[in-house]
């Protein structure tokens, strides 16, 4: 039977979950029922899933039945869904959440609290778990055994319950992505009974991040992570955050710490240890229960902080992985289907994986059974010691407002080329519950003086570790497979820096001083308006385009209906020089208001001018944007649409249908390929695995119709992996000089670079004369004709993270703008807005598709 991709419930539908499925078993109201009363099934049933408005109503009756259960919502996901936290714990610790919460905090600062009230409130105080579940959609073992695990908490009367009850407090997330599960849930139940039935849906279960959301725990850009770190995280500062994943089906059948290295440098060694003792707990605790396949320290490593945010806040984020089915339907795997692979041998016994699965059935009920028995385990360890928790956090704390190092302090100049951006980040250290300053006097530190509005991050206060890794430059330690063998794969990026990477400037203090400080209001602490650069009525407003806030505002302006040029060339207006790409706003009936409020919304400032320079502009049109939408769902993509939206670029998807279909240019002016394998681009999903209409890819057909929009005059931005593709399909006159490199040959594992920019060319506009660049091993140009926009310097360009091969690159293109036919292809060699944190290169993407609409209107 094949899947009818015509109904509607099949679609990629988004939006708020309204039908509830509901079922005919009645449960007296004095009881507090299980699930399977409620759901009318057994968690874990094959072919079964509770969708979230059934996990929500769930966990509202258990809030209305038992007194150990309290639920909140705290908020709305992404697409408006119900977003929920169940704090479970004994009736009477229930009564006092307040006092409990008062005593967390108040732990949490050891400045505010002597040696003899800090004893007294950690014999009294409980310990906060926090368990996060079913963040990746997909994996949705976790969510459905939320319900189990709250039941017998809500209604067990063994000691183990008890004790649970009596010294933990659990912050319970039945789901970090309630819109995803709804996503899924809708896809999978269309497959039952088909030929693809379990298959993932072959589009992001994340509106924008898709798989990368738990990659959001230091940029806190979407309502999720925002919301669990405000209300779970900040609030109740946990001493454990347990993290229930899902992993391949074909690999070890759970996987826990003791993590591999390399750990953050910042993490305390207290919390590293607890780290490692607890995963072997669980392990220890499943393996003696006879549960096979467990492993510890293969695989994850603690190094970004992007996942780890409980790290380096006085508390352990342990990540819990099990190994997944196809969603709800089970899988049968012989022995000799288990696959070795990054550093896991599921068949081999070692001391980290002393009993191998054998093979077998493998359903949703043995991943139910695993997350429960884990969470379990987690929360029966923090019971029995609960003291030695609650005083270890406390303790790394202390230590991080007593122990004084090097840097003493971080200074953030008021005067930044994109002080926006610069606001920005220092929004986000204060969303990490990080203290910052501002001087309200000049002052000396380090033999130098700074002026009053200086921004100071100082050592010395509970979350300084999260500040100093987010403030540092990485140098990620050179890891091999083997001694002399290629280098081994990091997790993640081995880049983080925020200043870096987000174009703010900053200065390391290493010596104490002294200075008049007050808080910062970051709400005010950008400034904008209007100013007039002479008397007399104004003829245009001029802004300046080295900040990304000045894009917002003339993509506002565009809107509105006002007329925008840039100017070609630098230029003197009323005594003040401006750079090439200068915003030049008509002035016109209803303008000088709308501009007075755009300035004042985006802390910009717009100068007023009487007269101008009779200099050659590009006239600026709203550009048509379609972004290419693959059915292999891809975080790129969706960081794309969320970035251009966030900036006010309105843009269109495009299918693979779509593009194929050709006639591109009649309602397109660009079209961007973000980052995507060339095999899945020209390729898509397997036609083994899927409807046809989500297989086939770009194609031939595909290549053709790209080839023909940039021909009649299109821009086609291509992002690394797609300028690969671009350069084979469309058979331009260039090539990647790192064809065929080996790891051990170049290797650029989420690393900054540094990159020189043309800044008088259009796709540079408003950067700076060198700036950094988010390798992903990303490919580096040669040139036969176009215009060489950014490239990599002589020596070595590395700025934080981890490089192999700086010669490979040196002097190579990494921005390059390539004339074809009436249009051209801009191909980026890097990933110029990655995961919405590299803000210091979102110009690079924004300058693209200004370009693409632009016309000469010489004045």
């Known amino acids: ?85 169940a704090t479970i714990s004994s009736p009477d610790t ?113 509106r924008y991040a898709g798989h990368d959301n738990n990659r959001d725990w230091f940029m806190f850009t979407q309502a999720e992570t925002r919301l669990v770190v405000e209300h779970c995280l900040n609030r109740w500062h946990p001493q454990i955050l347990l993290d229930l994943h899902q992993t391949r089906p074909t690999g070890m059948r759970m996987i826990l710490p003791p993590l591999v290295d390399p750990i953050g440098p910042n993490v305390d060694p207290v919390l590293q240890s607890q780290l490692a003792m607890l995963g072997s707990h669980i392990a220890s605790e499943l393996t003696a229960q006879g549960k096979p396949g467990v492993a510890m320290n293969v695989v994850y490593d603690g190094y970004s902080p992007s996942r780890s945010y409980s790290h380096y806040h006085g508390g352990i984020r342990l990540l819990s992985e099990v190994a997944g089915a196809r969603i709800a339907t089970p899988v049968s795997l012989s022995k000799d289907e288990l696959k070795p692979t990054r550093g896991e041998s599921p068949s081999t016994a070692s001391w980290n994986h002393p009993l191998p699965w054998k093979g077998g059935r493998w359903g949703l009920d ?69 203290e910052v300053h501002e001087a309200t006097a000049p002052f000396t530190a380090d033999g130098r003086t700074f002026p009053a509005g200086t921004r100071v991050i100082q050592q010395l206060q509970p979350n300084w570790a999260f500040a100093k890794t987010m403030l540092e430059t990485q140098s990620y330690a050179d890891v091999r497979e083997f001694p002399g063998g290629p280098p081994k794969e990091p997790y993640d990026a081995t880049a983080h820096s925020l200043p870096i990477q987000m174009g703010v400037s900053t200065i390391a203090v290493k010596a104490s001083f002294d200075a008049e400080l007050r808080p910062l209001d970051v709400s ?60 030049c706003v008509a002035s016109g009936e209803a303008v000088a208001e709308l501009i007075a409020e755009v300035a004042e919304r985006e802390s910009l400032t717009f100068d007023a001018v009487i007269a101008l320079p009779d200099l050659a502009t590009d006239r600026i049109q709203a550009p048509r944007v379609g972004i290419y939408k ?34 591109l240019r009649a309602d397109l002016d660009c079209i961007v390929l973000p980052h995507q394998r060339t095999r899945q681009l020209e390729r898509g999903q397997d036609p ?5 209409e989500y297989t086939g890819g770009l194609g031939d057909a595909g290549a053709k119709s790209l080839r023909a929009f940039v021909e009649e005059g299109g ?109 051209r292809v801009i191909l980026i060699g890097f990933r110029p807005h990655f995961r919405a944190q590299a803000r210091g290169t979102y110009r690079i993407l924004f300058n693209s598709l200004f370009y693409s609409s632009s016309g000469n209107s010489s004045r």
Not at 33 to 62: C, N, T
Not at 405 to 418: F, R
Request: net charge negative; glycine share 8%.
């Open 366 to 434: 043995d991943i139910v059974e695993y997350h429960l028995a884990a969470a379990t385990a987690c929360l029966n360890h923090a019971a029995r010691n609960r003291s030695t928790w609650v005083e270890s956090s406390y303790d790394v704390r202390r230590r991080a407002v007593t122990a004084a190092g090097n840097p003493s302090a971080y200074l953030v100049p008021e005067a930044q080329a994109d002080p926006n951006t610069a606001v920005e980040m220092l929004a986000l250290m204060r969303t990490a519950d990080v």
């Open 688 to 692: 083994s695995s899927y409807p046809e």
């Open 94 to 206: 229930i009564s006092e959440l307040d006092r409990h919460l008062e005593s967390q905090q108040r732990l949490a600062d050891p400045r505010t609290i002597d040696d003899q009230a800090a004893a007294a409130l950690i014999e009294s105080s409980k310990v906060v778990v926090v368990v996060t579940c079913s963040i990746h959609a997909v994996e949705v073992g976790a969510s459905q055994m939320s319900m189990l695990l709250a039941h017998r908490l809500a209604s067990g009367d063994d000691p183990d319950v008890a004790r649970i009850l009596d010294n933990v407090i659990l912050l319970l997330v039945p789901s970090s992505n309630p819109d995803g599960l709804i996503t899924v849930k809708r896809w999978y139940d269309a497959t039952i009974g088909t030929e693809y039935e379990g298959v993932n849906p072959p589009f992001l279960y994340h």
């Open 524 to 583: 005010s602490a950008g400034r904008g308006g209007v100013r007039c650069q002479a008397s007399g009525r104004p003829v245009a407003y001029l802004v300046r385009p080295n900040t990304n806030a000045s894009v917002r505002a003339i993509n506002r302006l565009l809107a509105a209906g006002a007329r925008v040029d840039r100017y070609l060339e630098a230029f003197e207006a009323a005594g003040a020089v401006y750079e090439p790409g200068t915003f």
């Open 1 to 85: 039977m094949l899947l009818s991709t015509r109904a509607p419930y099949i679609s990629e539908r988004r939006g708020v979950e309204r039908s509830v499925e509901s079922s005919s078993i009645s449960v007296r109201e004095d009881q507090v029922p299980s699930p399977e009363e409620l759901l009318g099934f057994r968690v874990g049933d094959d072919r079964k899933l509770a969708g979230w408005s059934q996990i929500v109503d769930y966990f509202q009756v258990l809030g209305g039945r038992s007194e150990r259960v309290r639920v909140d919502e705290i908020g709305k996901s992404t697409e408006g869904n119900p977003f929920i936290v």
């Open 715 to 823: 821009t086609l931005v291509a992002v690394d992996g797609a300028a690969r593709y671009a350069i084979q399909r469309l058979e331009l006159p260039v090539s990647n000089a790192l064809a065929g490199a080996t790891r051990s040959e170049f290797f650029a594992p989420g690393s900054l670079l540094r990159v020189e920019l043309d800044t008088a060319h259009p796709i540079a506009y408003g950067m700076p004369a060198t700036a950094a660049a988010m390798s992903v091993s990303s490919p580096a140009f040669d040139v036969s004709r176009g215009s060489v926009v950014a490239r990599y310097p002589a020596g070595n360009p590395l700025l934080s993270g981890w490089l192999i091969g700086a010669e490979r690159i040196e002097g190579k293109a990494a921005l390059v703008d390539v004339p074809m036919g009436e249009g």
């Open 630 to 663: 693959s059915y292999v769902p891809n975080p790129e993509e969706g960081w794309t649409r969320f970035v251009l939206e966030e900036y006010g670029f309105a843009h269109r998807p495009l299918l693979d249908g779509d593009v194929r279909a050709g006639s």
